[in-house]
């Protein structure tokens, strides 16, 4: 079973500042993917970035950056020059491969503020 | 806008109806899903499939709970007898991925459906 935790429920940053978002993740499939989403108060889900487990290198998408530590099974979101527009639900999720493929598990989530 | 959609967006009921709820996908989208989220929590999983072909129910999809998606484009998901606890914001979402296993599978997620149970 796959298996994802954020244990932050609640984040705060200053306007133009970084903020990292942690998530870690329990899975005993040797190939998967690490999705983070945004969820703003309208509720829409949006996606911002993809990590799979045999890439090399961190992903990178724009202001988004994930820190991927294979070892610790974590899979960090960090925000560069936070925006107000930033404010919302932030979800990490996995996908597992394999015959498993298709299947998604969510965190809980963090609701990160931007404060001007 | 060719996104996902979601019909209705909300949806009240008493308890003991049925409701439906539709959701048709991105077009050329081969993969569709079904989630549910309560306030505070992220989506949960609940069915998904493969052009028309339903490859995985969740444990939490009680019997009360269909899903259809007939020539693999549009799909509703029914809920008989709605119990209170079924209230929820109903998420569907779709995905094109070209390899059985892949793991790279971006979904795009529809505005869903908030179902209130009275």
């Known amino acids: 079973a796959q298996k994802i935790t954020q244990t932050q429920p609640g984040m705060f940053v200053q306007e133009k500042e970084a903020v990292t978002l942690d998530c870690t993740y329990d899975t005993s499939d040797p190939s998967y993917g690490l999705f983070w989403y945004k969820q703003p108060s309208s509720g829409e889900m949006i996606f911002l970035i993809y990590?799979?487990?045999?890439?090399?290198q961190n992903a990178t998408e724009g202001r988004y950056s994930l820190n991927f530590q294979k070892a610790r099974k974590s899979a960090n979101l960090v925000i560069s020059a936070s925006q107000l527009g930033d404010s919302a639900m932030y979800f990490c999720a996995m996908t597992p491969g394999g015959t498993n493929a298709g299947k998604s598990t969510f965190g809980d989530g963090t609701t990160l503020t931007v404060k001007p | 806008d060719t996104g996902v959609s979601q019909d209705p967006r909300h949806k009240i009921t008493k308890r003991g109806q049925n409701v439906t709820f539709r959701c048709d996908p991105i077009s050329e989208h081969n993969r569709l899903y079904w989630y549910r989220q309560t306030l505070g929590q992220g989506p949960e999983f609940l069915t998904y499939?493969?052009?028309?072909?339903?490859?995985?129910k969740s444990r939490l999809l009680s019997d009360r709970f269909s899903a259809e998606r007939p020539k693999g484009s549009f799909s509703t998901l029914e809920i008989q007898r709605t119990e209170q606890g079924d209230s929820a914001m109903y998420l569907c979402?779709?995905?094109?991925?070209?390899?059985?296993?892949?793991?790279?599978?971006?979904?795009?997620f529809g505005p869903g459906t908030r179902l209130t149970v009275l």
């Open positions: 979402a779709s995905s094109l991925v070209y390899l059985e296993g892949a793991v790279y599978n971006e979904q795009f």
């Open positions: 990590q799979g487990s045999y890439d090399q």
């Open positions: 499939f493969q052009n028309e072909a339903q490859l995985e």
